[in-house]
Antibody, heavy 121, light 108 residues
Framework: EVQLVESGGGLVKPGGSLRLSCAAS????????MNWVRQAPGKGLEWVSS????????YYADSLKGRFTISRDNTKNALYLQINSLRAEDTAVYYC??????????????WGQGTMVTVSS | EIVLTQSPGTLSLSPGERATLSCRAS???????LAWYQQKPGQAPRLLIY???SRATGIPDRFSGSGSGTDFTLTISRLEPEDFAVYYC?????????FGQGTKVEIK
């Protein structure tokens, strides 16, 4: 079964850091570009970051550049998102999602169940 | 960046009725790189339509997509109880890939 499972979310104080993980299974992870998408409570979907299959290219939403770092370990079938200097507005469910085809020119065909990040003092 | 505006915000319909959802882009979307997703409460989004009109794997044929340029439509021909959800459009022809704000289809 094709599956993505996120972990690493939780309650963090403003200014803190967090590393989210996404474990992939059921498909050839190294063949696919991957993404992070977030959704604030009661709000819509916001693309956060993308990384190519071999980690050569990565992109970030302009508003998040500098605080977010996407990475992957193809030997472990894992995707990561490091978030620093957390702010209240980063509170959201963070989803990892797979590119359906060409990097940065594809919809997201497989999604994880999400991991909740809450930033509060 | 391309801004997607979905309408209406909420659609109140009964099971068996036809649903028509609109997604309008601030500029033309290249190659009809427009997708539709369904999201139910507490669940991740699910890809329904890509390339404006191609159904994703396992999606029933009551879901159909159409449109090009700046105007796109998702149609659900006969609403089933499990179709009541929030629907998002997404463009992936231009970076950053952006989503619309969503249309909620609720039971009347």
């Amino acid at each position: 079964e094709v599956q993505l499972v996120e972990s690493g979310g939780g309650l963090v104080k403003p200014g803190g850091s967090l590393r989210l993980s996404c474990a992939a299974s059921g498909f050839t992870f190294i063949s696919y570009a991957m993404n992070w998408v977030r959704q604030a409570p009661g709000k819509g979907l916001e693309w956060v970051s993308s990384i190519s299959s071999g980690s050569h290219f990565s992109y970030y939403a302009d508003s998040l550049k500098g605080r977010f770092t996407i990475s992957r370990d193809n030997t472990k079938n894992a995707l990561y998102l490091q978030i620093n200097s957390l702010r209240a507005e980063d509170t959201a469910v963070y989803y990892c999602a797979r590119d359906r085809g060409t990097f940065n020119e594809s919809p997201f065909d497989i999604w994880g169940q999400g991991t909740m990040v809450t930033v509060s003092s | 960046e391309i801004v997607l505006t979905q309408s209406p915000g909420t659609l109140s319909l009964s099971p068996g009725e036809r649903a028509t959802l609109s997604c309008r882009a601030s500029q033309s979307i290249s190659s009809s790189y427009l997708a539709w997703y369904q999201q139910k409460p507490g669940q991740a989004p699910r890809l329904l339509i890509y390339g404006a009109s191609s159904r994703a794997t396992g999606i029933p044929d009551r879901f159909s997509g159409s449109g090009s340029g700046t105007d796109f439509t998702l149609t659900i021909s006969r609403l089933e109880p499990e179709d009541f959800a929030v629907y998002y459009c997404q463009q992936y022809g231009s970076s950053p890939r952006t989503f619309g704000q969503g249309t909620k289809v609720e039971i009347k």
